[in-house]
Nanobody
Framework: QEQPVESGGGLVQAGGSLRLACLAS????????MGWYRQARGKQRELVAD???????LYGDSVKGRFTISRDDSKNTVYLQMNNLKLEDTARYYC??????WGQGTQVTVFP
């Protein structure tokens, strides 16, 4: 499997929004669950959200109601719309295809 590629991270003030994107190969995108995970400094990696090829979605408890995962099949891309960002959302965000193919990650930093 080709490694997915994330983009869209950056600095944002608390309460603001960011949208992350994850580009994958066509084969990967159509056959695997695509997930967003995050890892904050000194903490374990945790699930943010994932979406199956059929469109079923799962969210981590800490982001429910604030983050939205979606997929654009025409672009082989999964998006993570993050609204009402909090300081505790600061982390490196990773895209994962299936359970083993990870991107390099993109940093999200929320400041007061």
């Amino acid at each position: 499997q080709e490694q997915p590629v994330e983009s869209g991270g950056g600095l944002v003030q608390a309460g603001g929004s960011l949208r992350l994107a994850c580009l994958a190969s066509r084969d990967t995108f159509t056959h695997y669950v695509m997930g967003w995970y995050r890892q904050a400094r000194g903490k374990q990696r945790e699930l943010v959200a994932d979406i199956t090829p059929g469109g079923h979605i799962l969210y981590g408890d800490s982001v429910k109601g604030r983050f939205t995962i979606s997929r654009d099949d025409s672009k082989n891309t999964v998006y993570l719309q993050m609204n009402n960002l909090k300081l505790e959302d600061t982390a490196r965000y990773y895209c994962c295809a299936g359970t083993e193919t990870w991107g390099q990650g993109t940093q999200v930093t929320v400041f007061p």
